[in-house]
């Protein structure tokens, strides 16, 4: 089947060029191959692309290019290039040199981690030139890439009716739907993306403190909370990440036969997308307390130092471990999901916050369909949420949704004991913990912000709002402490 050629250049019959053939864009590159559509490739370096067709090379029709002219040469009309290199200043000098051999009307798609405030940046930049951009967000790793990922393409609304049935027949299906849509204008996609990863460090850094409550609380073996993650695996936490879990688990290291997860280091590193998340939230003022604690988190267990000269600090009076494991167990699974749903509405708020601020006009609820497959984040539940967005597109909050807030209802016993069982053994829940004072904050009907205003106002002049008329105030402190309208 193969016709990997290297004469590209007297015929343009590729509909699709990829460049950047590491470990994602091979897999792309075959996964479009695999759908039937020629492919042309190209790497900054030559053996990676021979490497892909050596290897791959049968599974579909490959077009072999070694200068960015060739491959350019090898596209049809508008030419479509699929961008995979390493995000930051590779991704720009790629652009530079493709934006100089293409033509008004061509799509230039980085399918890399963008900062989405670089996507908006280079779109414009394109834009100008006549050139289409399209900054697409691809979750799902080695594995999605090839077998069908998630993909979150913005940009011009044009350029996706060129390469939306193209990008869509690679994406993974749930129930017939494809993993892929049109997000938005500009950075809209990457900004997406962005969101998914915070997510998804918010879900890995939950399920880490069930397996810790598991480990220190119940005192179970890795084998044993692999078999707890497992049958959740078939409930509604059912989720790429639990089922993960349960098999990272029950991997025995070679060396010691001990299980691998008790000879890795315990500090998590992390490539950015997480930190920044939370940095646009921070901007946004959204607060992602899920997804900040989860950072840093990350960065608490990586501050060896610190860790090491804090060994042996007091741990104060503890209390006694829980007796009845099975319903600890539930328990655990009750505050891993309340604190999942608190995750995934404030990573939804920061969407709707995010699309306010850049006019991107986004549609929560088609987040919601195409993290339904292909992505780290894929769950169950994001049918609940697609259902929810579906019935009330205006969704203030997930959490006040009547799915939503029934879950939490059933769960917040729950999700109380556990984090006053972890807060009484000295075991650290900082997500369990701050999803719960997020929603009690949520919930509350006064807030200790009042004291905030008046401290404020006290030194600041800052002023505040009364609850029983319009219009701002301003006590004179150093006065006569009488009040004065602002
Ligand atoms: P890497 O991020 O490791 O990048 C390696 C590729 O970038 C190679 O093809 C390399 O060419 C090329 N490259 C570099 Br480095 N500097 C270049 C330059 N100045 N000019 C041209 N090419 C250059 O690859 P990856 O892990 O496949 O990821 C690709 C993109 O996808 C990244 O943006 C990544 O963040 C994103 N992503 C990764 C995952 C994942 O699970 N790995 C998931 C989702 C998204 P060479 O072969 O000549 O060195």
Same mark, same amino acid.
């Given at each position: !089947?193969?016709?990997?050629?290297?004469? +590209?250049?007297?015929t343009?019959?590729?509909?699709?060029g990829?460049?950047?053939l590491?470990? !994602?864009? +091979?897999?792309?590159?075959?996964?479009?191959?695999?759908?039937?559509?020629?492919?042309?490739?190209?790497?900054?370096?030559?053996?990676?692309?021979? *490497?892909?067709? *050596?290897?791959?090379?049968?599974?579909? %029709?490959?077009?072999?290019?070694?200068?960015?002219?060739?491959?350019?040469?090898?596209?049809?009309?508008?030419?479509?290039?699929?961008?995979?290199?390493?995000? #930051?200043?590779?991704?720009?000098?790629? =652009?530079?040199?493709?934006?100089?051999?293409?033509?008004?009307?061509?799509?230039? @798609?980085? $399918? #890399?981690?963008a900062?989405?405030?670089?996507?908006?940046?280079?779109?414009?930049?394109?834009?100008?030139?006549?050139?289409?951009?399209?900054?697409?967000? =691809?979750?799902?790793?080695?594995? $999605?890439?090839?077998?069908?990922?998630? =993909? !979150?393409?913005?940009?011009?609304?044009?350029?996706?009716?060129?390469?939306?049935?193209?990008?869509?027949?690679?994406?993974?299906?749930?129930?017939g739907?494809?993993?892929?849509?049109?997000?938005?204008? &500009?950075?809209s996609?990457?900004?997406?993306?962005?969101?998914?990863?915070? =997510?998804?460090?918010a879900?890995?850094?939950?399920?880490?403190?069930?397996?810790?409550?598991?480990?220190?609380?119940? $005192?179970? &073996?890795a084998?044993?909370i692999?078999?707890?993650?497992t049958?959740?695996?078939?409930?509604?936490?059912?989720?790429?990440?639990?089922e993960?879990?349960?098999e990272?688990?029950?991997?025995?290291?070679?060396?010691?036969g001990?299980?691998?997860?008790?000879?890795?280091?315990?500090?998590?590193?992390?490539?950015?997308?997480?930190r920044?998340?939370?940095k646009?939230?921070? %901007?946004?003022?959204?607060?992602?307390?899920?997804?900040?604690?989860?950072?840093f988190?990350?960065?608490? +267990?990586?501050s060896?130092?610190?860790?090491?000269?804090?060994?042996?600090?007091?741990?104060?009076?503890?209390g006694?471990?829980?007796?009845?494991?099975?319903q600890?167990?539930? %328990?655990?699974?009750q505050?891993?999901?309340?604190?999942?749903?608190?995750?995934?509405?404030? $990573?939804?708020?920061? @969407?709707?916050?995010?699309?306010?601020?850049?006019?991107?006009?986004?549609?929560?609820?088609?987040?919601?369909?195409?993290?339904r #497959?292909?992505?780290?984040?894929?769950?169950?539940?994001?049918?609940? @949420?697609?259902?929810?967005?579906?019935?009330?597109?205006?969704?203030?909050?997930?959490?006040?949704?009547?799915?939503?807030?029934?879950?939490i209802?059933?769960?917040?016993?729950s999700?109380?004991?556990?984090?006053?069982?972890a807060?009484?053994?000295?075991?650290?829940?900082?997500?369990?913990?701050? +999803?719960?004072?997020?929603?009690?904050?949520?919930?509350?009907?006064?807030?200790?912000?009042?004291?905030t205003?008046?401290?404020r &106002?006290?030194?600041?002049?800052h002023?505040?709002?009364?609850? %029983?008329?319009?219009g701002?105030?301003?006590?004179?402190?150093? #006065?006569?402490?009488?009040?004065?309208?602002?």
């Amino acid at each position: !089947m193969t016709s990997a050629t290297s004469d +590209s250049s007297s015929t343009a019959r590729a509909q699709i060029g990829v460049t950047g053939l590491a470990v !994602m864009g +091979s897999n792309i590159a075959r996964n479009l191959a695999r759908h039937g559509h020629t492919v042309a490739l190209h790497n900054r370096s030559i053996a990676k692309t021979d *490497a892909l067709i *050596a290897e791959h090379g049968d599974e579909g %029709d490959f077009v072999r290019t070694e200068t960015v002219e060739e491959f350019v040469a090898a596209l049809q009309k508008p030419r479509r290039v699929l961008i995979m290199v390493k995000a #930051g200043e590779a991704t720009d000098a790629v =652009i530079e040199e493709l934006a100089g051999a293409m033509e008004t009307g061509d799509i230039i @798609i980085d $399918g #890399g981690n963008a900062l989405y405030t670089d996507t908006i940046r280079r779109e414009a930049a394109l834009r100008e030139r006549g050139l289409h951009f399209v900054g697409a967000g =691809i979750s799902g790793g080695e594995e $999605g890439a090839l077998n069908g990922p998630s =993909i !979150m393409p913005g940009g011009p609304k044009e350029s996706y009716e060129a390469l939306g049935p193209l990008l869509e027949s690679i994406a993974a299906q749930v129930d017939g739907v494809p993993c892929c849509t049109h997000i938005g204008p &500009d950075g809209s996609g990457h900004f997406v993306k962005m969101v998914h990863n915070g =997510i998804e460090y918010a879900d890995m850094q939950l399920i880490g403190e069930a397996y810790n409550l598991f480990r220190d609380a119940l $005192g179970y &073996d890795a084998d044993r909370i692999a078999d707890v993650f497992t049958e959740w695996n078939s409930g509604e936490l059912e989720s790429y990440l639990v089922e993960i879990t349960a098999e990272v688990l029950q991997q025995k290291d070679a060396k010691t036969g001990k299980p691998l997860v008790d000879v890795i280091v315990d500090a998590a590193e992390q490539k950015g997308t997480g930190r920044w998340t939370v940095k646009s939230a921070l %901007d946004l003022g959204v607060p992602v307390t899920g997804i900040a604690e989860a950072v840093f988190a990350r960065a608490l +267990s990586g501050s060896r130092d610190q860790r090491k000269a804090a060994q042996g600090l007091a741990s104060g009076a503890l209390g006694a471990k829980p007796t009845d494991a099975e319903q600890f167990t539930e %328990d655990i699974r009750q505050a891993l999901y309340a604190s999942k749903i608190v995750a995934y509405a404030q $990573g939804f708020d920061q @969407i709707r916050a995010g699309s306010d601020e850049y006019g991107w006009d986004l549609t929560p609820g088609d987040m919601a369909t195409i993290w339904r #497959g292909g992505c780290i984040i894929r769950a169950r539940f994001l049918n609940r @949420i697609k259902e929810a967005y579906d019935t009330n597109p205006a969704l203030t909050s997930l959490i006040v949704e009547p799915y939503f807030r029934e879950a939490i209802e059933n769960a917040i016993d729950s999700w109380r004991r556990v984090v006053v069982t972890a807060t009484q053994l000295g075991i650290p829940v900082p997500a369990f913990a701050s +999803s719960l004072s997020y929603y009690d904050g949520l919930r509350a009907e006064r807030l200790p912000a009042a004291l905030t205003q008046g401290q404020r &106002d006290f030194f600041g002049a800052h002023t505040y709002e009364r609850i %029983d008329a319009d219009g701002k105030f301003h006590t004179l402190w150093s #006065g006569d402490h009488s009040e004065v309208s602002a």
